[in-house]
């Protein structure tokens, strides 16, 4: 298998602060990386809300539009001519309204989406046996909500230290999930 100091050899990250670095780095590093290494296949942006979270005032609210209307143009260049994977991730947000969460970048960013996935952690699952044995799990959903060639569909796994696994594939005996 491939050891965890392999992995992150093949990782790079940037950091940045603002929604200007991050267009710099969309519109001039990212394609000058890209040209040179034909191995790139993944850019995960983590998270794209933090940054318009906490750069804009309620009164800039058609500027944050303009900015993020614009980054996901960028987006969808690169992966276009690149022939990239790129993925955001995205924060979610109370609506009272409907009782329910929402993505929190709202309706332009929502527009822009080719597939969405929303990500749950479940209450952590600490039953005798799998106290006796060490193991304290944390259940976890993967969901299909948008897509226009994959079926909505949920996956259950759970993550630990050798990775992620799908919960059809623990042992029953340590897990009880019954309801």
Excluded at 42 to 64: G, K, M, Q, W
Excluded at 145 to 167: A, F, Q, T
């Amino acid at each position: 298998g491939l050891s965890k100091q392999l992995l992150m050899d093949n990782v790079l990250i940037q950091h940045c602060a603002t929604v200007q670095t991050l267009m710099g780095l969309l519109q001039h590093g990212l394609p000058i990386l890209l040209e040179q290494n034909h191995d790139v296949k993944l850019i995960i942006i983590d998270s794209i809300a933090a940054l318009f979270r906490a750069e804009y005032t309620a009164s800039e609210v058609v500027t944050r539009a303009q900015d993020l209307k614009c980054i996901t143009s960028l987006l969808h260049q690169l992966i276009y001519k690149y022939h990239v994977t790129i993925i955001c991730t995205n924060q979610m947000t109370a609506d009272l309204t409907h009782n329910r969460v929402k993505p929190a970048l709202g309706l332009v960013w929502s527009n822009a989406l080719n597939t969405r996935f929303i990500l749950q952690r479940e209450e952590t699952v600490d039953n005798e046996e799998s106290f006796q044995q060490g193991i304290k799990l944390t259940p976890r959903t993967l969901s299909v909500e948008l897509s226009s060639h994959l079926p909505m569909i949920e996956v259950k796994y759970y993550i630990d230290d050798e990775g992620v696994h799908g919960l059809d594939m623990i042992d029953t005996d340590v897990l009880d999930l019954s309801d």
